[in-house]
């Protein structure tokens, strides 16, 4: 990437490949990213030759090349980084051979569907100490999230002692999703949202315990589930993550955190982003904020982080953290036992200071 653009201070936009032209790729990344000047996509990949020929009919404007072949896009001198949104079982791949070829990665979540290759992932990005790997957690880039997490900080709830989420929607049609050794199923792919939410915002985990299974009957996955988590803070939080829905049922989220001072909620009812503060001996009060989503601000901050060769503010040791979460509630389900996170995961807490929320 040169530095910066001639007769400006701007630094020159980050040329990118975008990896996966399906639902993530095209629904929820390129209207914005197409729209941001910190980026140039100049090349798509997906191994599906109608997935590209839909894009160049859904995108006329955007001339781009296109590629079958991901590693035509990662062994490309002139581009600086990749956004990767194929299905969770070829992130580690992908990101391990991007990080080689020297292009800073932009991973869709989870960060990987197993332990494993989440590792693979890290540890590659060690040896690559000059280039990002952000995984796209994007409550923690979502105005109401990170309301919720600011109210907190500036100490507006006090102690943070109980929170409760939920998260739903039917399972999506594309059929990774329901083989639990592709997905992982709705705790690794939806409620992982929250998972990573709360772990941010709460502190790390010291135990779990979860119900839940395949109440739908499709594919071999868990499709609904309830989890509780005791937090080494002390407080305690209840979600639920489904997929055993009708698949006309809307896309619903909540989320409701009392402190020991109020109480903070939000919810995705209201078409215009809001969230509301219930303080002791106050007025209930409800404020309105920013109308661009997450993915447009969790876009911009990897594109600065790679523009001033800046730490992410999402990294993948706190995706890892949360993804064990999800392992331990799974495990859970699985066993029928409350799971104790050991010593080793705590210190991979995911809480990241307010000053690197990027908006
Ligand atoms: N952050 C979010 O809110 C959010 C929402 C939905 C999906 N996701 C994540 O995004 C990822 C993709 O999900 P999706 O729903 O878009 O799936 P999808 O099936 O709609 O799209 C995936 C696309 O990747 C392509 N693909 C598969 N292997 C490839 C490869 N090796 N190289 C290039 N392209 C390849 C497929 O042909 C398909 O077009 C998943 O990890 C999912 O969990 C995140």
């Keep these: 990437m040169s530095s910066s653009n001639k007769n400006s201070d701007q630094p020159a936009p980050v040329r990118l490949g975008l990896i996966g032209l399906g639902f993530a790729g095209t629904v929820l990344h390129l209207p914005s990213l197409s729209r941001n000047s910190r980026a140039r996509i100049v090349a798509v990949s997906d191994l599906s030759e109608s997935k590209l020929s839909q894009f160049s009919a859904d995108f006329p404007d955007l001339h781009v090349r296109k590629e079958l072949d991901y590693r035509s896009i990662i062994h490309d001198p002139t581009i600086d980084a990749v956004l990767i949104a194929s299905p969770t079982p070829s992130h580690a791949a992908i990101a391990v051979d991007a990080l080689k070829a020297n292009k800073h990665v932009f991973c869709e979540k989870p960060i990987s569907n197993t332990i494993a290759d989440a590792q693979k992932m890290i540890d590659e ?35 943070p002692i109980i929170a409760r989420t939920y998260r739903a929607n039917p399972m999506p049609a594309s059929q990774f999703y329901e083989k639990d050794e592709l997905s992982g199923g709705v705790i690794v792919d939806l409620g992982l949202h929250d998972i990573d939410f709360l772990s941010w915002a709460l502190g790390p985990v010291k135990s779990v315990f979860a119900q839940g299974g395949n109440l739908s009957g499709r594919g071999d996955v868990i499709d609904y589930a309830q989890i509780h988590f005791n937090f080494v803070s002390g407080a305690i939080a209840y979600m639920e993550a489904n997929w055993a829905l ?3 049922f809307p896309f619903s989220t909540a989320i409701e955190i009392t402190g020991t001072g ?14 509301q503060l219930t303080l002791k001996g106050q007025k209930r009060f409800t404020a309105a904020i920013a109308e661009l989503n997450g993915y447009h601000y969790e876009q911009e901050a990897f594109l600065k982080a790679v523009q001033n060769k800046r730490e992410t503010p999402m990294n993948a040791a706190a995706a890892l953290y949360s993804l064990r979460l999800a392992m331990a509630a799974k495990e859970s389900i699985k066993t029928g036992k409350l799971i104790v996170m050991d010593e080793a995961t705590k210190t991979a807490s995911a809480s990241a200071s307010l000053n690197e929320v990027a908006k």
Excluded: T
């Design 125 to 159: 990005a060690e040896r690559h100490p000059d280039l990002i790997l952000m995984i796209g957690q994007v409550l923690r880039f979502w105005p109401e999230y990170v309301q919720i997490k600011k109210q907190i900080e500036y100490g507006k709830i006090g102690k």
């Design 246 to 248: 009708p698949e006309n």
């Design 262 to 275: 109020g109480m903070i909620a939000a919810d995705n009812c209201d078409s215009r982003a809001s969230y």
